[in-house]
């Protein structure tokens, strides 16, 4: 599903009242909601929106917060998603700390890959070997990336996490990130995409040719889940389409 907004911030207030619904709903139904959090500058006004306007619509005890991807720099680097998060939402918030599964950075990249994995099966749906999230956030990349799968990167991969230690447009070598396999696990995946910047990207995803080692965001079709893209008129300006449904 596409969804269009006139900017982030109507993006934001409608992805916060998604997340408390769905967030919600699962705790109602299986007593935890799970979910993956994607970094960079825009999903902060959805976090930032969750502590201030939304802090007491969902019981924090029984949500699991973890991470689509993180670069291995120290947790006050403004480039640390958990930081970026932890001050936008955790510090406002009343959660247990045993309930933030953040990547350890102090690792070295493999060995963060390595713990991360054996994080995820302690939340394991088996068959498989980590949660299937009730809701994954996700960005987009000017080149087409999401998460940390970067244009080249492989497309066949048979495990959850993956060691990012190529040089992309000159961003940070050493990150790890989860792979498809866990995105397309998910009950649900956002997409926020905000800017005339991301709307080559954005038309190359949606409307261009299957090339998802050129385009990373393509690898994302949840098998048994609901993909939404909530997107601004700016990044959605090269979509000509009448029967996009705008929110």
């Known amino acids: 599903m596409l969804k269009i907004f006139k900017d982030l911030n109507e993006i934001s207030r409608y992805a916060a009242r998604a997340f408390v619904d769905i967030a919600n709903q699962s705790i109602n139904m299986r007593g935890q909601f799970r979910t993956a959090l994607s970094g960079g500058s825009t999903p902060m006004r959805l976090y930032e929106m969750l502590g201030i306007e939304f802090p007491n619509a969902v019981d924090w005890t029984y949500v699991h917060f973890f991470w689509g ?48 994995g054996h994080t995820l099966m302690q939340f394991a749906d088996p ?4 949660p299937r999230f009730d809701l994954v956030l996700l ?11 970067f244009p080249g990167s492989p497309v066949e991969v048979d495990s959850p996490t993956l060691v990012v230690t190529a040089e992309y447009m000159g961003r940070p070598a050493n990150r790890v990130t989860l792979t498809q396999q866990v995105f397309n696990s998910a009950k649900n995946v956002f997409f926020l995409v905000s800017g005339k910047s991301k709307s080559t990207a954005l038309f190359n995803t949606l409307k261009g040719g299957y090339a998802p080692q050129k385009n990373p965001a393509q690898r994302i079709d949840p098998q048994d889940g609901e993909l939404t893209w909530l997107v601004d008129e700016e990044a959605a300006s090269l979509l000509q389409n009448p029967r996009i449904r705008k929110g």
């Open 127 to 130: 068959p498989l070997t980590w």
């Open 69 to 116: 991807d993180e670069r291995c720099v120290p947790e006050d680097d403004r480039d640390n998603t958990y930081g970026q998060v932890k001050r936008a939402l955790f510090d406002k918030i009343n959660m247990p700390a045993g309930n933030i599964h953040r990547i350890q950075t102090d690792l070295a990249p493999a060995d963060a890959a390595i713990d991360y």
């Open 139 to 149: 960005g987009l990349g000017e080149d087409g990336h999401t998460a940390s799968l």
